[in-house]
């Protein structure tokens, strides 16, 4: 009935609270509800009622269901950290004659029970003394541990997902054509397997479970070859249909007529292994062999579910109706289209915009998920079939069966339900790319893309070959370590609450500011199709922004954006919010949001790129876009050390290959430890910048400096984070370092830590005395007609025998505080004592020549004491 394994005492019977059925669930986690037979025909009101009663049980099964798998993970997790290394003398390992995997770990069982709340059994018997652990993961996630004492008895965790897992001897290689990986069912199996061939070896610790793994293994690594080592007996033809579905191979270990091990015959890879050597075992796998049809399909292969008087039927060979004509007979199976599963009901955060997660394989063995919205299938149902035939999906081409794949894409039950979100990031505890979902939220998070531009995420390498190559060469140069811990610190933001924010590396043709995004891209990407160009619309801009929530966003090329809209591109990336327009019926629609920070390069600074157009940058512009000089300032434009290379072309292009061969791995593996860490690292985000900005204010500095000093901080414990995790390969206080530098190149071009708008009001009233200070002023106490063409005011002597100037209110408006609110100027020159006032008034009335009693304002000579 449920596809169960037999004579294994694996299902589990709970009934319904009338005793007129229950609900079986297997040990795959498959439910199927029954009912006792009546006898009689039921009424439509009782069979409502069992309809009620049969859905109630299984959201309760799967509620319960999803519980345990949650805190299952929180034990693995929990075990893990506690456990130690496997050593090679555990009795288990000497038994089986293989070395410890990096990946396995060991726990005394008293410990081991006390972490997970009990004492593990295996066929009721309790495990005992060192027990090897062997974590198990679903999709990248842990999920359950295989746990085996020293006399071989094993077992799971209880409570976790086990369907789809697998453990790995070593990490699985990251997206890398020519690589084979092994699968096999027992943990010793697949370590006979690595060691005797140094492949990476999976086990999925049940026959039943390797097709499973196997399919996720090929949607990992579509150009992977994978060998299912299987072994001899009842796991062959699961080993067979494995491989078949995936394109793999098959291998069978062969031994010698009359072979026994432990008083039997031998029937796996690990028995090979000790009988006959890992030569023996290594030849075996070279010569697997392609599995020409598929086996024979066991009971139960195909799903299948009754609607319209017939039923759709679910199997590898794709998605079939067989329905029944006027006379109850059964017509001949109609197909609809290749294997396509209905994973989910899919809804946003505020349960709207329902719709259905679907998943397939295309002819290259490529899987393919799409969250697609029900309000598409209301019509003909053709832009349906558009995409889902885009991505490789075969559908039948007569009208009857196109209408029936509407039909069952709705009317197929499924009771697991996944959130679609349209920006990637944080939502909760989870963050997520367009590729995965990273952490736990007790359901599946999708990504849909609402934005033509693609995210462009992607890998080559490991983070250990980044780490070894693209953070060696960056060590040592402030300028690349903090175009890095930039590239870290974006997914902080929003742990830390920061708002969005820029840096702006300014410099010189071949200075190596593009170098630096480069290699600050390597973190998330391809460094050529991860950097971006300023040369984009506001619309443009926006989808870019969207795109890259809670991440970096890189911009080369500020001299390509126009200089009219430099300063508002400024304003939006750091404010997070797109622009609000209106939908087709008028009303508004919402807008796009972000938190990022975004890492930008050009040959000149934002205020002198406005400046071209005739614009003023105001400093909420310029600290929002914060200017750093390129060059460090040792003679090698953006390098401090060369690594050996004999000049900084050849350094640059040195770290430029390295970011080309080995990027993106680094970047998930930072998000996995953040994930895993984020309900402690608040605290430890606002302790680490406030020490950094406390080292780096100078006394007295205004609210702008500060504000951007706390980027600069967010920046450096990023880098430091980063470190700690392993990932760099620096030297703990060299991200700090590499941002104190850079935070002092930024406030030298600032110009100090004052209020910027403050400098820039006193700097712009004193040029203008100094230009038309003796032409447009006339003097009070001449005694002659003075002739003085577009008059500003009057001057005088004052009683300290300095120069006073008395400007016309007019002058003042127009011309003295031009570009400036009037009132914050009159404020930014009362405190500085420029101004002259009378009482609590910013203007005076005086007696000037020719115009009687007037109000003016009246500067003092204070203005030439000093800098501004």
């Not at 799967?62 to 506690?82: F, G, I, Y």
């Not at 832009?383 to 029936?404: C, F, H, N």
């Not at 995790?725 to 104190?740: D, F, P, R, V």
């Amino acid at each position: 009935m449920l596809d169960d394994r037999s004579g294994k005492g694996d299902a589990a019977i709970k009934l319904f609270p009338d005793g007129a059925g229950g609900i079986v669930c297997n040990w795959k986690g498959e439910t199927h509800t029954f009912f006792a037979d009546s006898g009689r025909k039921l009424s439509n009101a009782e069979r409502a009622k069992r309809k009620r009663i049969a859905e109630q049980a299984k959201a309760e099964a799967e509620a319960e269901r999803q519980k345990l798998a949650s805190r299952a993970t929180s034990q693995v997790m929990t075990v893990t950290q506690a456990a130690t290394k496997a050593t090679a003398d555990h009795p288990y390992l000497v038994r089986k004659g293989i070395a410890p995997s990096g990946l396995l770990v060991e726990m005394a069982i008293e410990r081991l029970a006390e972490l997970i709340g009990y004492h593990p059994k295996a066929s009721g018997e309790p495990l005992s003394g060192r027990i090897l652990i062997a974590p198990v993961s679903i999709k990248g996630q842990p999920a359950t541990l295989e746990m085996i004492d020293e006399d071989g008895r094993k077992s799971a965790l209880y409570g976790g997902a086990k369907t789809g897992g697998y453990w790995c001897t070593n990490p699985l290689p990251k997206k890398v054509d020519g690589v084979t990986v092994l699968i096999g069912e027992g943990v010793a199996t697949a370590i006979s397997a690595h060691e005797a061939t140094g492949h990476t070896a999976l086990a999925a610790l049940s026959c039943g479970n390797l097709e499973r793994v196997a399919h996720a293994v090929r949607a990992k690594l579509p150009t992977a070859e994978i060998v299912i080592c299987a072994d001899l007996g009842n796991g062959q033809s699961d080993a067979e249909r494995a491989a078949h579905a995936v394109g793999g191979r098959v291998a069978l270990p062969t031994f010698t007529d009359g072979a026994q091990i432990d008083g039997k015959p031998p029937t796996d890879f690990n028995d090979l292994h000790k009988l006959a050597g890992a030569d023996a075992v290594r030849t075996c796998i070279e010569g697997a062999a392609e599995v020409k049809a598929p086996p024979p399909a066991k009971p139960g292969d195909a799903e299948t579910q009754s609607y319209g008087g017939g039923r759709f039927e679910v199997s590898k060979r794709g998605v079939f109706y067989t329905g029944t004509d006027k006379d109850g007979n059964e017509k001949p199976p109609m197909f609809i289209c290749s294997k396509m599963a209905v994973i989910a009901k899919t809804r946003d955060a505020k349960s709207g915009a329902w719709g259905r997660l679907l998943e397939w394989q295309d002819d290259d063995r490529v899987t393919h998920r799409w969250a697609m919205p029900l309000d598409l299938l209301q019509g003909d149902g053709a832009d349906v079939r558009r995409e889902l035939a885009s991505m490789g999906l075969t559908i039948a081409p007569t009208k009857a069966a196109r209408d029936m794949l509407s039909t069952y894409v709705q009317v197929w039950k499924i009771n697991a339900r996944a959130r679609c979100v349209e920006r990637l990031g944080w939502h909760g505890g989870v963050y997520v790319t367009a590729d995965e979902s990273i952490g736990n939220s007790g359901e599946i998070v999708v990504f849909q893309n609402a934005h033509a531009i693609e995210p462009a995420l992607s890998q080559a390498g490991t983070a250990d070959d980044w780490r070894q190559s693209v953070g060696a060469l960056a060590a040592g140069n402030t300028r690349m370590v903090f175009a890095l811990s930039v590239a870290f610190a974006g997914a902080l933001a929003d742990v830390a609450g920061e708002d969005s924010g820029g840096f702006h590396l300014r410099g010189g043709s071949s200075s190596g500011k593009s170098t630096a995004l480069k290699v600050a891209a390597s973190v998330w990407g391809e460094p050529s199709a991860y950097v971006r160009m300023w040369r984009a619309t506001a619309n443009g801009l926006e989808g870019l922004a969207a795109l890259h929530n809670d991440g970096l966003l890189i911009l080369d090329e500020l001299s390509q954006i126009d200089p009219k809209e430099a300063g508002d591109a400024a304003y939006l990336l750091a404010n997070g919010q797109g622009k609000v327009r209106a939908s087709r019926t008028g009303a508004a629609r919402q807008s796009a949001r972000w938190r990022l920070l975004f890492l930008s390069a050009g040959e000149e600074s934002l205020s002198a790129l406005m400046a071209r157009a005739g614009k003023r940058a105001n400093a909420g512009q310029e600290i929002r876009l914060a200017d750093i000089e390129a060059d460090a300032g040792a003679g090698m434009g953006a390098f401090e050390q060369l690594h050996g290379h004999g000049t900084p072309a050849e350094m640059a292009l040195a770290i430029k290959d390295a970011a080309t061969r080995h990027y993106g791995a680094v970047g998930i593996e930072w998000l996995r430890r953040i994930v895993e860490d984020r309900s402690s690292l608040a605290d430890f985000l606002h302790n680490g910048m406030a020490q950094f900005v406390a080292d780096v204010l100078p006394a007295g500095a205004a609210g702008q400096v500060q504000r951007v000093a706390r980027r600069f901080a967010l920046v450096a414990v990023a880098g430091e984070l980063a470190t700690h995790y392993g990932l760099t390969g620096w030297q703990q206080g060299e991200s700090e370092q590499a941002a104190k530098a850079c935070f002092a190149a930024w406030l030298d071009a600032f110009g100090g830590a004052g209020n910027r708008e403050e400098r820039a009001i006193l700097d712009q009233v004193r040029a203008f005395f100094e230009a038309h200070g003796a032409s447009r002023f006339e003097d009070m106490s001449a005694d002659h007609d003075q002739r003085i063409i577009n008059r500003a005011g009057f001057y005088r002597t004052g009683v300290d025998g300095g120069r006073e100037y008395i400007v016309l209110q007019e002058s003042f408006k127009r011309e003295v505080c031009q570009g400036f609110d009037a009132k914050a100027a009159i404020k930014t020159l009362v405190a500085n004592g420029w101004l002259e006032r009378d009482g609590d008034k910013s203007q005076r009335r005086e007696r000037l020549p020719g115009m009687g009693r007037v109000r003016c304002y009246v500067f003092s000579s204070r203005m030439w004491e000093g800098e501004s």
